[in-house]
């Protein structure tokens, strides 16, 4: 099982960053994916979140008229398109696989580093 996010990089506030999630080795269309941040010294939160067929969508607060999640369960791919970015915005950002409720499986990519700064 792989979870590879890709995309993330420096940039000035105001500016756009899509990020990436490649999925392998599960069944991508059976997960619900969710992006989650963790800034230094703070908890990991959950940033975006996208329902496994893609037909819902939840956002943190923050995050809100910002950011958009989508996938695309035929390259079996997950994006988070992020616009209008603020310094606080600048975290790690992982890439989530969730699958069941009393029972889970949950797979998480090893992230990749976003800064937003002038």
């Known amino acids: 099982v792989q979870l590879v996010e890709s995309g993330g990089g420096l940039v000035q506030p105001g500016g756009s960053l899509r990020l990436s999630c490649a999925a392998s080795?599960?069944?991508?269309?059976?997960?619900?994916m969710n992006w989650y941040r963790q800034a230094p010294g703070k908890e990991r939160e959950l940033v975006a979140a996208?329902?496994?067929?893609?037909?819902?969508?939840n956002y943190a607060d923050s995050v809100k008229g910002r950011f958009t999640i989508s996938r695309d369960n035929t390259k079996n791919t997950v994006y988070l398109q992020m616009n209008s970015l603020k310094p606080e915005d600048t975290a790690v950002y992982y890439c989530?696989?969730?699958?069941?409720?009393?029972?889970?499986?949950?797979?998480w990519g090893q992230g990749t580093q976003v800064t937003v700064s002038s």
């Open positions: 996208i329902t496994d067929a893609g037909g819902r969508t």
């Open positions: 080795g599960f069944t991508f269309s059976r997960y619900h």
């Open positions: 989530n696989a969730l699958r069941g409720v009393v029972v889970t499986q949950e797979y």
